[in-house]
């Protein structure tokens, strides 16, 4: 079947939810207009509240009960709208008693009729997670089938740092959430983030950080891609001399690819494995997000290491990715 995808590329501003939600509505509606609609879109991590919050109080207001909250009904929106799946990532709060709640960063799939059919919790947390008081999931990573017109997926969701190794301390190839998808015989996987770039970096100066905000005061056109003649362009080599936010974070874009390792390691015959990265972009505080949001199908043939050229096969295709610093959708059909 063809499986029609929708990543959605934010720039939320932080607490600004329904400004947020405005701005995602527009965004989808203008690239959904005279073109079929897709049976699955994804928004990223924290997708309409923002994700730098510097500690619970300050996130406390955005906190939503599973299934209950203004980034679920957005999302059930879109999905009854489109009639397509819809995920979505959202800061969850999950009751302890009348006054006291453990908090996620949870990531919520929504069915065509509004019904939540998966709510993932992140594993792996990142240290801004932890200031503003988010536990890790108790169940880690999961799988599970996903029935979309009538084909069963296994799926797995990640968010963010998850595809990084744990608390950056665990052993680079040790891949655990890739090898998690190869182990459960995952064909879809689907993550969220908030990555960060490259050209950021936690040492920025006031300097830098006035100097990247002020580019992004110039409103940026909405990317609406749909262009497979440039799918590929995270793989060439040539690197711009200078920022530019329409141009994907090819850095950023390559680095996932090695964090997918097993998936094209391990060979699986005939059994093709999706990988779609929605990710935010803009600057939020003095961080800056990678954008690049990408769909990735690692086809299950060997790969090859030519030691003498360094060169990797990987049998793979890209199909696509979005600037660094735009919001916009990538939108593609792929056989699977
Ligand atoms: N380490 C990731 C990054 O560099 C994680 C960020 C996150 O979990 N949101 O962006």
Not at 98 to 118: C, E, T
Not at 268 to 276: A, N, R, S, T
Request: charged share 25%; glycine share 8%; net charge negative.
């Amino acid at each position: 079947m063809k499986l029609r995808i929708a990543a959605v590329q934010l720039n939320p501003i932080i607490g600004h939810v329904e400004d947020n939600c405005r701005r995602a509505v527009q965004i989808i509606e203008m690239a959904f207009k005279s073109r079929q609609p897709p049976d699955l879109i994804i928004l990223p991590e924290l997708a309409l509240t923002g994700y730098n919050f510097r500690n619970r109080e300050h996130i406390n207001p955005y906190l939503e009960l599973k299934g209950q909250g203004r980034s679920y009904k957005l999302g059930r929106q879109l999905s009854e709208k489109y009639h397509c799946h819809t995920l979505l990532g959202y800061p969850e709060k999950s009751r302890l008693s009348s006054n006291d709640f453990k908090v996620y960063n949870s990531a919520i799939l929504i069915s065509p009729s509004g019904d939540v059919v998966f709510n993932y919790r992140k594993t792996f947390l990142y240290e801004t997670d932890e200031n503003w008081g988010c536990v890790e999931s108790p169940d880690g990573f999961q799988a599970f089938n996903l029935n979309i017109k009538g084909h069963t997926f296994k799926t797995s969701i990640g968010i963010c740092m998850d595809l990084n190794p744990y608390k950056f301390k665990a052993p680079f190839d040790k891949f655990e959430f890739a090898n998690f998808c190869y182990k459960n015989d995952v064909d879809l996987v689907l993550l969220p983030t908030a990555w960060l770039n490259t050209s950021w970096s936690e040492d920025w100066t006031q300097n830098d950080v006035d100097k990247y905000t002020k580019l992004y005061h110039k409103e940026e056109a909405i990317e609406v891609n749909t262009d497979e003649s440039q799918n590929e362009i995270i793989l060439a080599p040539e690197e711009p001399d200078h920022f530019v936010r329409c141009e994907p974070d090819k850095k950023t874009g390559r680095y996932w690819i090695l964090r997918m390792n097993p998936l094209y390691t391990k060979p699986h015959p005939g059994k093709k494995k999706l990988v779609i990265i929605c990710n935010r972009s803009g600057m939020e505080g003095s961080m800056m997000y990678a954008g690049t949001s990408s769909i990735f199908e690692f086809n299950g043939g060997p790969s090859r290491f030519n030691e003498a050229t360094g060169d990797m096969f990987i049998d793979f295709n890209v199909d696509g990715s979005l600037g660094q610093g735009n919001e916009g959708v990538l939108l593609r059909g792929v056989e699977i």
